[in-house]
């Protein structure tokens, strides 16, 4: 098993997302975010393919909110807008189901939509078969899928280990892709999704409350019982231990003619202190 740190060198160690890794990204694309803003038809195209070759720009959603690039969408220009939509939220495969419309993708491109497209997968699954990621990503070696996880953690993109014996990725954490804010194909956006699953959490908790409330109510009911038992066993205790010591002394009340039995046995042993010794 090899585990990577931030230069791909074997070491045990955590690989996370470095901040100024993201600084520069974030650096680039400002500077390409003005250059579009005053920018129409194909010199928008021209960009937004500078964007997509950009070896260090991996979130380009802020691009697709431009007005002159929304104004692509039904131009001859529009499959680069679509091209962006899929670098921004989708995957490989559905450039492959488009390919054709969309055209052929260039070495950089495809590298930077694979990783994209693993860190897709990472997000969703903590470990990764190769098979899985041959059929997702489109390689057909292991060792490309290797050379693409050592990417990604170069890139700062994904946190894992590569399991060469198992043929497994083993994935730590991974940054996030951009953020859908309009519906896609099943009627949900991201936002939708993120709304759906906190919804989920949040019945879950006040299931979990309720089960532990249940349980607290339990535990102070057998609390009590115990309690009590305990108190009537002690009480038990107690009253063996005085039947142990005066067998003849009567336990409990004492009833008014036994009083007066005892008064006057009593005044019997004063008149007859003789008799007593």
């Given at each position: 098993?090899?585990?990577?740190?931030?230069?791909?060198?074997?070491?045990?160690?955590?690989?996370?997302?470095?901040?100024?890794?993201?600084?520069?990204?974030?650096?680039?694309?400002?500077?390409?975010?003005?250059?579009?803003?005053?920018?129409?038809?194909?010199?928008?195209?021209?960009?937004?393919?500078?964007?997509?070759?950009?070896?260090?720009?991996?979130?380009?959603?802020?691009?697709?909110?431009?007005?002159?690039?929304?104004?692509?969408?039904?131009?001859?220009?529009?499959?680069?807008?679509?091209?962006l939509e899929i670098f921004a939220f989708g995957v490989y495969d559905d450039y492959v189901q488009?390919?054709?419309?969309?055209?052929?993708?260039?070495?950089?491109?495809?590298?930077?939509?694979?990783?994209?497209?693993?860190?897709?997968?990472?997000?969703?699954?903590?470990?990764?078969?190769?098979?899985?990621?041959?059929?997702?990503?489109?390689?057909?070696?292991?060792?490309?899928?290797?050379?693409?996880?050592?990417?990604?953690?170069?890139?700062?993109?994904?946190?894992?280990?590569?399991?060469?014996?198992?043929?497994?990725?083993?994935?730590?954490?991974?940054?996030?892709?951009?953020?859908?804010?309009?519906?896609?194909?099943?009627?949900?956006?991201?936002?939708?999704?993120?709304?759906?699953?906190?919804?989920?959490?949040?019945?879950?908790?006040?299931?979990?409350?309720?089960?532990?409330?249940?349980?607290?109510?339990?535990?102070?009911?057998?609390?009590?019982?115990?309690?009590?038992?305990?108190?009537?066993?002690?009480?038990?205790v107690v009253e063996l231990h005085q039947k142990h010591a005066n067998p003849k002394r009567p336990?409990?009340?004492?009833?008014?003619?036994?009083?007066?039995?005892?008064?006057?046995?009593?005044?019997?042993?004063?008149?007859?202190?003789?008799?007593?010794?």
């Amino acid at each position: 098993m090899m585990e990577l740190d931030g230069d791909g060198m074997n070491k045990s160690k955590n690989i996370g997302s470095s901040s100024s890794n993201s600084n520069r990204s974030n650096h680039y694309l400002e500077q390409f975010l003005l250059l579009a803003k005053g920018t129409e038809g194909k010199a928008t195209g021209a960009i937004i393919t500078k964007i997509l070759n950009h070896k260090q720009i991996f979130h380009v959603g802020q691009v697709l909110d431009l007005p002159n690039v929304q104004a692509l969408k039904n131009t001859e220009n529009g499959y680069l807008y679509r091209l962006l939509e899929i670098f921004a939220f989708g995957v490989y495969d559905d450039y492959v189901q488009e390919k054709a419309e969309l055209g052929q993708l260039n070495q950089e491109q495809l590298r930077k939509l694979r990783l994209l497209t693993l860190v897709s997968l990472a997000n969703k699954s903590d470990q990764i078969s190769y098979e899985h990621m041959k059929k997702s990503l489109g390689l057909n070696t292991n060792r490309e899928i290797e050379d693409l996880v050592i990417d990604a953690n170069y890139s700062k993109l994904v946190n894992g280990k590569l399991d060469f014996l198992e043929k497994i990725v083993y994935i730590r954490s991974a940054t996030g892709r951009d953020v859908q804010t309009v519906p896609g194909p099943d009627g949900m956006s991201d936002i939708d999704r993120m709304m759906s699953c906190l919804s989920d959490w949040l019945e879950n908790s006040k299931l979990l409350m309720e089960t532990l409330e249940s349980i607290k109510t339990d535990a102070a009911g057998r609390q009590t019982q115990d309690a009590e038992r305990q108190e009537k066993l002690e009480a038990k205790v107690v009253e063996l231990h005085q039947k142990h010591a005066n067998p003849k002394r009567p336990v409990g009340p004492v009833s008014a003619s036994d009083k007066m039995k005892m008064s006057s046995s009593s005044r019997r042993g004063r008149k007859n202190p003789e008799a007593t010794s």
